[in-house]
Nanobody
């Protein structure tokens, strides 16, 4: 059974850090692109970051560049999103998604939040507030 399970969300003060995890089962990460999307209340879904073949690099939304880092551990079949210097505007539900046909590179276009990704996690809430 194909499954993506996110964890690591929570409440953090502005300037703090969180690390989100996305554990995959039923397929191997080296065969797909993993992206993180987020959606805040009353706002449209936003593409945050993606990673595919490490040789192609990773892609980040301008709003998180320099603060977020995506990484992949193929041995654990898990993707991480390290989020530093968090801001209140980072508050959202974060979704891990995967697709075998999507392309991601450091020099590619922005992560497409409305692309029909094959697989979705259940989402994890991140709240940045003092």
């Amino acid at each position: 059974q194909v499954q993506l399970v996110e964890s690591g969300g929570g409440l953090v003060q502005p300037g703090g850090s969180l690390r989100l995890s996305c554990a995959a089962s039923g397929f191997t990460l080296d065969s797909v692109v993993i992206a993180w999307l987020r959606q805040a209340p009353g706002k449209e879904r936003e593409g945050v970051s993606c990673i595919g073949d490490p040789a192609d690099g990773a892609n980040y939304a301008d709003s998180v560049k320099g603060r977020f880092t995506i990484s992949k551990d193929n041995a654990k079949n898990t993707v991480y999103l390290q989020m530093n210097n968090l801001k209140p505007e980072d508050t959202a539900i974060y979704y891990c998604v995967a697709d075998g046909h999507y392309f991601c590179s450091a020099h590619g276009g922005p992560v497409q939040p409305e692309y029909r990704y094959d697989y979705w996690g259940q989402g994890t809430q991140v709240t940045v507030s003092s």
